[in-house]
């Protein structure tokens, strides 16, 4: 039997990105809100729900850099020299965010409010500038001979930029919701009241995104809209949609579980919508996973590493999340 190793390289690098959107997601979103948090053992609070777990979300985002290098050299090196300088800057804002998140627990009290600050403004730019890079491989890289021919400021138009603003909702959405599962009392409270607000902006920007894709990228519209297409892809926005009512719903009877759910599915729908707009293209709009792929043995060599290691990062994450499950309190701590 043979297996096209392109499709299944592919398959793991959706997967390693998805895990880091997902678990990262909620994390970098718990920044995003502290602005909004003035009591300080609050703060506290909303940080040790994710200290013990932080580090090894972002294991994700190695491995997918790392596949994508291997398995997929061409699309490393256009995506690379296209979005240089948000890749880099979204590196520095997350190096930085870390610094602070171990330093804030060390800090002296009059240290406290810089890394307090240097967390917030971390998280808010490591989302910003992610959701550039989303924007801006549905918008396209120009590359002629295999070479990328654009310029390095070519990331900076309205689609990428507002792409950058609605993932900083969405990631918002996902901390109070996790913070909502996590948390009790005042702090859970207005946990609540913030994910109806993020709830909307996130929405309003889905809506947004939705209806701007395929009328900028006319293969975005050929995708969804062609027939049948239309008939099979219709299940993600309708689940999309009832996703929303259910998280509204689920606030106002004050569950704790079921919002943060929902907002995973969200997640997972919309980046479902994003490799369904650009399939088979790893470098939209014409570059072919085929097209960028390694040589086969070199697929193949990496594929014995991948499966002995994906495994162990399952169930370390899998075990991490269940050590730590359950509320966590004023006063608790993992440093």
């Known amino acids: 039997m043979h297996f096209d190793l392109s499709v299944i390289w592919f398959a793991i690098i959706v997967f390693a990105t998805l895990m880091y959107i997902v678990m990262d997601g909620f994390d970098l979103g718990i920044g995003i809100l502290m602005p909004f948090i003035k009591n300080e053992k609050h703060k506290d609070v909303m940080v040790n729900t994710v200290a013990p777990v932080w580090d090894g979300n972002e294991t994700w985002i190695v491995l997918g850099g790392a596949a994508l290098f291997g398995a997929f050299p061409l699309a490393y090196s256009v995506i690379i020299e296209a979005l240089t300088v948000p890749l880099t800057l979204m590196l520095v804002a997350l190096i930085f965010r870390g610094v602070a998140f171990e330093f804030r627990f060390k800090a002296l009290e009059n240290h406290l409010k810089f890394w307090d600050r240097s967390f917030m403004l971390g998280s808010i730019f490591t989302t910003f500038f992610q959701g550039i890079v989303v924007g801006a ?89 062609s027939i049948p297409n239309l008939y099979y892809l219709l299940p993600v926005p309708v689940i999309t949609t009832l996703a929303c009512l259910k998280i509204t719903n689920s606030l106002k009877k004050r569950r704790e579980r079921s919002p943060f759910i929902m907002a995973l599915i969200i997640v997972i729908l919309g980046f479902a919508g994003l490799g369904i707009s650009i399939w088979p293209n790893i470098v939209p709009p014409s570059i072919s996973i085929w097209d960028a792929a390694s040589p086969e043995i070199s697929q193949s060599f990496m594929l014995f590493g991948a499966v002995l290691i994906l495994p162990v990062i399952l169930a370390y994450t899998f075990w991490s999340y269940y050590v730590f499950s359950g509320k966590v309190k004023e006063g608790e701590s993992y440093h």
């Open 137 to 225: 491989v549905i918008q396209g890289f120009n590359v002629e001979n295999r070479t990328f021919v654009g310029g390095q400021l070519d990331w900076i138009a309205p689609f990428p930029l507002f792409c950058g603003f609605a993932l900083i909702a969405t990631y918002a959405l996902l901390g109070s919701t996790w913070l909502i599962m996590k948390t009790e009392g005042e702090l859970q409270q207005s946990m609540f009241r913030f994910a109806n607000k993020t709830l909307l902006f996130m929405v309003a920007a889905l809506i947004i995104i939705s209806a701007w894709t395929p009328l900028a990228f006319p293969f975005v519209a050929e995708r969804w809209f």
